[in-house]
Nanobody, 125 residues
């Protein structure tokens, strides 16, 4: 089992940057594919970015491509999401998730087995 704790959310102005981090418990972190999702009230959870267990393959939603970067450090059991050029439409609760499907990037929420509690990101216009 993996426990995930996100941090780094907050309030930022349009065009600003934030870096989200997700700390994972357990010695098996490197065996999981990792992803970031986001959700706004009344909407389904939306894929943002994903990374395979080795970090060799990443994938992004079209809406964040070129602005967000996902990375992981298996030695530190962490996965991060660097968010640049933030827009008001990026406002959401951001979730970190772990998938047992580790060699391909899973973009559907149902493909993830463990979830963090979420961190709020608010981008003011």
């Amino acid at each position: 089992q993996v426990q995930l704790v996100e941090s780094g959310g907050g309030l930022v102005q349009t065009g600003g940057s934030l870096r989200l981090s997700c700390a994972a418990s357990g010695r098996t972190f490197s065996t999981y594919g990792m992803g970031w999702f986001r959700q706004t009230p009344g909407q389904e959870r939306e894929f943002v970015a994903g990374i395979t267990r080795s970090g060799g393959i990443t994938s992004y939603a079209d809406s964040v491509k070129g602005r967000f970067t996902i990375s992981r450090d298996n030695a530190k059991n962490t996965v991060s999401l660097q968010m640049n050029s933030l827009k008001p439409e990026d406002t959401a609760v951001y979730y970190c998730a772990a998938s047992k499907m580790s060699v391909v990037v899973v973009t559907g929420a149902s493909g993830y087995d463990y979830w963090g509690q979420g961190t709020q990101v608010t981008v003011s216009s």
